[in-house]
């Protein structure tokens, strides 16, 4: 099936230890996204990617880094540095960035910091 | 920096009872789009408003981009069980592509 694949899909990390997510998407997009997203609240776009080894930082960049190696992956680690990083997380893609695209997203990860 | 806001914040009807969540944003868009998640789930896009006072309709729900091309509203008529979830409009300005804040519908049945 083609689709956007994140995981974990639950994940609990400790205070000051980093942890990746992975985003692999089979869509053959050009653009991908990361978001956060907040009990109750909207997305925030964190980063995104309009292309292999670039991306840019989004609304809420600050904590978070990404990588772009290979067109279908697009992993985000959070690091210690982000102060409160429990939320939801959503990977997205499109064809590419830009008006009147779709943007599909993945079944979403859940990060707990204990 | 583009902001897009909707409203009302959160909805519980019951069902058979029409259901309206409104968007508005700062700056004027290229076109918007619209999305539902479902409780537990991941947004999924419903539908895209490109033109100027343009109005789509899915069945039960109907889109509308105003004149100006700042705001937009999506109206559920005869809300069903199967409606409930929360619904993000998402606006494209210069370059990026702006959720707005969403609308969460409850339908008891």
């Known amino acids: 099936d083609g689709g956007i694949t994140q995981s974990p899909k639950y994940l609990f990390r400790k205070e000051g230890q980093n942890v990746t997510l992975s985003c692999e998407q089979n869509?053959?997009?050009?653009?991908m996204y990361w978001y956060r997203q907040d009990p109750g609240q909207g997305l925030r776009l964190i980063y995104y990617s309009q292309i292999v080894n670039d991306f840019q930082k989004g609304d809420i960049a600050e904590g978070y880094s990404v990588s772009r190696e290979k067109k279908e992956s697009f992993p985000l680690t959070v690091t210690s540095a982000q102060k409160n990083p429990t939320a939801f997380y959503l990977c997205?893609?499109?064809?590419?960035?830009?008006?009147?695209?779709?943007?599909?997203f993945g079944e979403g990860s859940w990060l707990t910091v204990v | 920096g583009q902001q897009v806001m909707q409203i009302p914040q959160y909805q519980h009807v019951q069902e058979g009872e029409d259901f309206t969540t409104y968007c508005n944003s700062s700056?004027?868009?290229?076109?918007i789009q619209w999305y539902k998640q479902r409780p537990g789930g991941h947004p999924v896009f419903l539908i895209q408003?490109?033109?100027?006072?343009e109005v789509k309709k899915q069945k039960r729900l109907t889109f509308q981009f105003g004149e100006a091309k700042k705001n937009s509203s999506l109206h559920i008529t005869a809300t069903q069980t199967t409606d409930v979830g929360t619904y993000f409009c998402a606006g494209r300005g210069f370059q990026k592509l702006v959720f707005g804040t969403g609308t969460r519908l409850l339908v008891s049945p």
């Open positions: 869509l053959n997009h050009d653009a």
């Open positions: 997205a893609s499109s064809i590419r960035q830009g008006a009147g695209n779709t943007i599909y």
């Open positions: 700056t004027t868009l290229s076109n």
């Open positions: 408003l490109v033109k100027s006072g």
